[in-house]
């Protein structure tokens, strides 16, 4: 059983489908990729066409092992934005609103660094929660 099949979505606020959306654009933006790549099974027949040739000579000397780092356009930053809100909403889902939470975020060359807060602070409880969280996300 994976760490995402015991992980309960059933609490109020919590949706799953939105969470991953969320999780996958940031996984886009910081160079990593949602689906296996493309590989076409054939060559285009014009290989001498100007639009179907690669002239990238560069791209043979991209190191594609390592994520980049997250751009700091203003989309992104809006992305890391609601990222972090999503996620602040998601571990501040005491009934009655008594707990508030906040989320932020560092980036580094090779990896991101979340932290989150509660008011209340966090259960002994929450901490599988936490870990199977860090699995989902871990890219």
Same mark, same amino acid.
């Given at each position: 059983?994976?760490?995402e099949e015991d992980f309960d979505w059933s609490?109020?606020? +919590? ?6 959306? #969320? /999780?996958? *654009?940031? &996984?886009?933006?910081? %160079? =990593? ?45 809006? +992305? ?6 999503? #996620? /602040?909403? *998601?571990? &501040?889902?005491?009934? %009655? =609103? ?42």
């Open positions: 059983m994976t760490a609490h109020p606020g +919590l949706n799953k489908q939105h969470f991953i959306t #969320l /999780a996958n *654009l940031l &996984a886009l933006r910081s %160079g =990593g990729q949602v689906e296996p790549p493309f590989v076409p099974d054939e060559k285009p027949d014009n290989d001498n066409d100007e639009e179907t040739r690669d002239d990238d000579s560069d791209a043979s000397n991209i190191d594609t092992s390592r994520p980049c780092q997250i751009s700091d356009s203003a989309h992104l930053n809006r +992305l890391k934005r609601k990222f972090l809100d999503c #996620l /602040a909403e *998601l571990v &501040a889902n005491e009934k %009655g =609103g008594r707990s508030v939470a906040c989320a932020s975020m560092k980036e580094g060359e090779e990896e991101v660094t979340v932290w989150i807060t509660r008011n209340e602070g966090f259960r002994a409880s929450d901490d599988a929660f936490f870990e199977n969280l860090s699995l989902l996300l871990g890219v």
